[in-house]
C-alpha cells in the first residue's frame, strides 16, 4: 500500500476534538486561523493544502503521520531528524538554526565517508 493521507480519518478526529470542546466549526476556523471553507473541503474528503494542515494540526493537537498509512514503519534519517530539531528550537532564531544545520550537515558528512 503506497503512502498517503487519510483525509476521512483526519476530519473525523478534528470533528472528535471540535466536540470534546463543544465548538462550532466556524469556532475551529477561527481558533485555528483557517478558512470556513477548508474545513468543509475537508469534511467532503479534499486534502488540506499545507498551511491549513499545520494550522488544524496545532490547534488540534494531532501528529500528522496519524493520518499517513504507512508511516512509521521506518524511523526518519538521523540527520533529517537533527535537522528538524535545529530547525523547531524555540532559543535558535531562524537564521541561527540555518547556520547550525550547515555546521552539522557539513561535519556529519565529512566523517560519513571517512
Same mark, same amino acid.
Given at each position: !500500500?503506497? %503512502?498517503?493521507? +487519510?483525509?476521512?480519518?483526519?476530519? *473525523?478526529?478534528?470533528?472528535?476534538?471540535?466536540?470534546?470542546?463543544? !465548538?462550532?466549526?466556524?469556532? /475551529? *476556523?477561527?481558533?485555528? &486561523?483557517?478558512? *470556513?471553507?477548508?474545513?468543509?473541503?475537508?469534511?467532503?474528503? #479534499?486534502?488540506?493544502? /499545507?498551511? &491549513? $494542515? #499545520?494550522? $488544524?494540526?496545532?490547534?488540534?493537537? $494531532?501528529?500528522?503521520? !496519524?493520518?499517513?498509512?504507512?508511516? &512509521?514503519?521506518?524511523?526518519?534519517?538521523?540527520?533529517?531528524?537533527?535537522? #528538524?530539531?535545529?530547525?523547531? +528550537?524555540?532559543?535558535?532564531?531562524?537564521?541561527? #538554526?540555518?547556520? !547550525?544545520?550547515?555546521?552539522?550537515?557539513?561535519?556529519?558528512?565529512?566523517?560519513? %565517508? +571517512?
Amino acid at each position: !500500500m503506497t %503512502d498517503h493521507f +487519510d483525509s476521512e480519518a483526519f476530519y *473525523a478526529a478534528l470533528n472528535a476534538a471540535r466536540l470534546g470542546r463543544q !465548538m462550532t466549526w466556524k469556532e /475551529v *476556523a477561527e481558533q485555528a &486561523g483557517v478558512n *470556513a471553507s477548508t474545513l468543509s473541503r475537508i469534511g467532503q474528503g #479534499a486534502k488540506p493544502d /499545507v498551511n &491549513g $494542515l #499545520a494550522a $488544524l494540526l496545532a490547534w488540534s493537537n $494531532l501528529k500528522a503521520e !496519524m493520518f499517513i498509512r504507512g508511516a &512509521g514503519r521506518q524511523e526518519a534519517e538521523p540527520i533529517a531528524r537533527i535537522t #528538524a530539531l535545529l530547525r523547531a +528550537d524555540p532559543k535558535l532564531s531562524s537564521n541561527n #538554526a540555518k547556520l !547550525m544545520e550547515e555546521i552539522v550537515l557539513s561535519t556529519y558528512n565529512k566523517l560519513r %565517508d +571517512d
